[in-house]
DNA sequence: GTGAAAGCGCTAACAT
DNA sequence: ATGTTAGCGCTTTCAC
């Protein structure tokens, strides 16, 4: 590497001292010095090629300008969108954010976490919480800056921004309802999952809304292949065939279509399926999906802005913010065939 | 935030020195230290909570440990594996990656280079690249470690990662030629994106191989959009059609598909489409996907080895990595119908 | 094997 | 408005 520049070479070729440089670059404090000389240090800094260097402040400043952003699967299509949201908000505010995954392994995020504490990260945002967690106890009692997305935390009270979950769910019941169909099931994620826990909720307090009785199973995890395990399981059950499935989300839906076509049921003559979330290329499945639309750039950039707010504050506000969902009609529903 | 826990608490209480203690935590120079001494400060780093300061090592040792990487936009489905697999070796390492997107932008891949260089990132991993970049040259010339993955630089000798993509198309020639097809078009990405340009270049070699006529039509974006528009634009021109579609990427078939579709045009029965990336989900769209498998984790991973030893290496050696490819059939290619 | 001292590049009192 | 000084937390000579 040749030699970085530095602010003590900006300085000499601009005939004043270090101090002074610090000032004029940073927009806080460059009304402090004097215009001219300002300029004249712009140009030194510009003909150099001088890049400030942000470990040495973070140091200094004790704000590493950074924050971490723990998701279990980066591969996971609901999470890039969240995370250029997040991105989005941050990157305009000097913010860089660190990205790491958990694979649903407390193990690794405890790593994650620490590794990232190690980095001086000034906060996080967690999209990964379970309901109970030491971790995050761990982190309150240390003062630590924290953001939940889309999980909340029972234990601990983080501020946390999620999608409606409530009404995206009777939506999808309504629509449903709407086209006929009165016997219905959820296909539900694991229940130690909040949002899993919160859909399954909703779902049965719609369904009694609507004087429907509430039908479930539980998938083991949230994925494609525990979606269509479940379906599977649920179709060799025995077990009268409902008309409708409403899964918690679109993976979980994916994996029921997969199950229905594998039984030789056609979606959605012979069942209607609506998922969660509304994936990339949700229109594109085979039905194209009917949906809930969560709007993840807005969760993210939500997320990072509590998160500033949280770091820019003495005492931590325990804020929930709820966004709007809509629901997305396509081919997967439609009204039930008599049988 | 509470008083962070300092090297020199844990000497206080270890009643050492700290150097010592710095050099009984440091993997490299624990060797160096009574092994008694050495357990008495690990007991006191426990005890205390003690997370070492990565920032301040990096501003004594100038290796911040963080590599950037550069990605046009997270969103798209190619990348999530990509960044995966650069973490799994990254992490494993000790290292953490900073993301960022540039919306195929220069000026924000710009902005993203100097916003990371700021941050003192040990190298780049860039899957951006066009053929042709400044900012490039100028890194070479600053002598800073950039590995490119995918897309390769025409002008300066970055090591480059990609799968293999002659091999590829020749495959879903094959395979279409064995089918049957005579009339192939090649559904082709911009020609200033290396790959795109690869591609096309291995369509036609591919086709004059087998005594095929090659023909092509080139698409605005890599997205599902542009595949469409194009797609729709071809259709209407009022050109025979053709009886198979080979597209640069998965995107762009997808948007052949959806316009197919539109044009009351069945896939495969009409037109047979192949794809290439083999994206998370080919397999659900309507109908699945036949596609070029790329190991994108390995791109990943392969990527971050090379650049990790690039960082660890006086000069840099160019290197070109090619991961080799595989042809995945699905239900978007059958042999074509008499006309 | 361990301690002492210097310094990475920057910012923030304090002084002028 | 600018210069001086100290120090953020760590690693790394150099002594002993």
Redesign the pocket.
């Known amino acids: 590497m040749p030699?970085?520049?530095?602010?003590?070479?900006?300085?000499e070729l601009a005939?004043?001292?270090?101090?002074?440089?610090?000032?004029?670059?940073?927009e806080?404090?460059s009304?402090?010095?004097?215009?001219?000389?300002?300029r004249k240090i712009q140009r030194a800094a510009i003909q150099l090629g001088?890049?400030?260097?942000?470990?040495?402040?973070?140091?200094?400043?004790?704000?590493s300008m950074t924050v971490g952003v723990i998701v279990p699967d980066l591969t996971n299509p609901l999470f890039p969108p969240i995370i250029r949201g997040i991105e989005n908000y941050l990157t305009a505010r000097g913010y860089t954010a660190l990205l790491a995954n958990t694979d649903g392994q407390d193990r690794h995020e405890e790593l994650a976490f620490e590794s990232l504490l190690a980095r001086r990260v000034d906060g996080f945002i967690l999209a990964t919480g379970h309901s109970q967690h030491p971790l995050l106890v761990d982190a309150y009692h240390r003062n630590i800056r924290v953001v939940m997305l889309n999980r909340g935390s029972l234990q601990v009270p983080y501020p946390l921004v999620t999608g409606d979950d409530a009404d995206g769910i009777a939506a999808a019941v309504d629509h449903l309802a709407e086209l006929g169909h009165t016997d219905i099931l959820h296909l539900a994620g694991p229940q130690d999952f909040s949002t899993s826990h919160t859909r399954a909720e909703a779902f049965r307090s719609a369904c009694s809304a609507r004087g429907l009785r509430p039908r479930m199973t539980v998938a083991s995890a949230l994925n494609v292949n525990a979606g269509e395990q479940s379906t599977d399981a649920f179709l060799r059950s025995g077990k009268p065939l409902p008309t409708a499935i409403v899964a918690s989300n679109d993976l979980l839906a994916l994996g029921a279509l997969r199950s229905l076509r594998h039984h030789g049921l056609d979606c959605p003559s012979d069942v209607s399926v609506v998922g969660y979330n509304d994936m990339p290329f949700a229109e594109d499945f085979s039905p194209p999906l009917t949906t809930v639309r969560v709007p993840h750039l807005d969760l993210g950039s939500e997320a990072a802005r509590l998160l500033m707010e949280a770091i820019s504050t003495e005492h931590q506000i325990p804020l929930t913010v709820t966004l709007p969902v809509s629901l997305i009609v396509r081919d997967s529903t439609a009204p039930p065939r008599d049988r």
């Open positions: 030699k970085r520049v530095t602010i003590s070479d900006v300085a005939g004043v001292h270090k101090a002074t440089v610090s000032r004029a670059l940073n806080l404090t009304h402090q010095v004097n215009t001219t000389t300002a001088y890049i400030p260097n942000i470990v040495a402040r973070s140091l200094r400043t004790s704000l």
